[in-house]
């Protein structure tokens, strides 16, 4: 018996290959979906699950979700999600010194709260429950699901795409959309890492936890503390969770590094830290980790047939939001070139051109990075700055912003940085005129490109 050939191959079941999986089996299209997991739906590594974002446009996008009815609206990319899980607002970003003494504010937190619902910054959800709601789509449409498939390979093959699993399978496809993550393996097979600039690799580790007494128990808070030896800047972030009652994701990250344990930082920065006053009760329910690289986006979101689709091809994340838009768009490109009897580049070039105005044209991607390397400046010259700024900046969860605000505010008092520490204003000028690649040097030198 021949093999079965599919219309496309979707490789990873997040919220892009899930949603490009529904749209195309919804347009007709024979579609096969293979996911490494066995429990598709279960989270099984760090993910801060916020909808990102509210506050502004993100990725060409004003995206929002419609509390009355429960659903996630894309206005922009012309579509909307039913959303059935728990949630939890949160009204602001507070971005802290190392030594707990002064925070920067981006939206008036009491303000907010007072307005509820219409003066929140973001909300968390459950990426299990999205995760759930268009798995059962894709399912209805007839996309037919392979959990528990870790694919190793990707062939072309004349006018078809072989995709290999561990388990010895082989689907075959007129095309294959990779949505196989950050770490994406099909966009490696492609050999299109070659043509991104590396940037290092992250690690991270968050806990479920109860038990802690926040100043501000419904924003997003951000400090930055040193690691003594390396002098490494680490990033930790608390929300206030969608689960539990009180419960909040607590999380610590940054580059890879041989010397940095980064549970050993989390649970510095619960039990001996200058927060520690914060936790006054720690009890842990849930931990989770990660650890991906850190590269500039693809070339192109189309190589051989193949659609490149959400975190497999961005920096960082595409968030689940952005990776829903992505699949959206390449399941309806990849119907019309069906249509259209197209089946090659020109068939789905409406999806590659989509890509390139809402992605990289649409954000700089180092700026992104500014959240990593800012800090590299210094801990003692961080929290001078930090300090620098008491006025409430224009609430946000855009991470392509959040620099460009706090910046804004800290150049404003040049003139006294210049009076007070024009040590700290040389460094400043120094940085700023230095490429993104090089100011990141020491955290390429302990990544591990994989590529």
Known sequence: MMAKTYDVVVVGAGPGGLMTAKVAAESGLKVALIERKEQITEVQRCCATMFAVESDYYFGERMFFNERQSRFIFPVTGFSLKYDGPYQNFYGWHIYTSDASHYIRLGDYDANVAKGDQGRL??????THLLASLLRDAQAAGAEIFNGENVV????????NEIYTASGRVF???????????????VKILSLNKQRSFFGTMKGINYYMTG?????PYVLIMPTLYEKKSGYPISYFLKPSPFVQDEYWVYVGGAAHPEIDYKERLDYFIY?????SWFVAPKVRKELAH?????SPVPTPYKDNVLIVGDA??????????????GLKAG???????????LNQEGVQHYIDWWYRHFPQAQNYSEFLQIMVSPLIGEEESNYLFRLVTETLPCTLNPFNLYKYINGAIAQKVDRIQKERPDVLAKMMQMSALPIDVIMNPFKRTGFPNC
């Open 291 to 295: 650890v991906h690289n850190i590269w």
């Open 122 to 127: 973001s909300m968390a959800y459950s990426k």
């Open 332 to 342: 309806y490109a990849l119907a019309e070139a069906f249509k259209e009897k197209k």
């Open 153 to 160: 390979d990707h062939r072309r093959k004349g006018a078809v």
């Open 212 to 216: 802690l007494k926040l100043p501000h």
């Open 313 to 326: 091809g961005w920096t960082i994340e595409a968030e689940c939001t952005g990776s829903m838009m992505a």
């Open 272 to 276: 001996e830290s200058p927060f520690k």
């Open 172 to 186: 075959t496809g007129l095309f294959t959309v990779a949505a196989d993550g950050v770490n994406s393996r099909l």
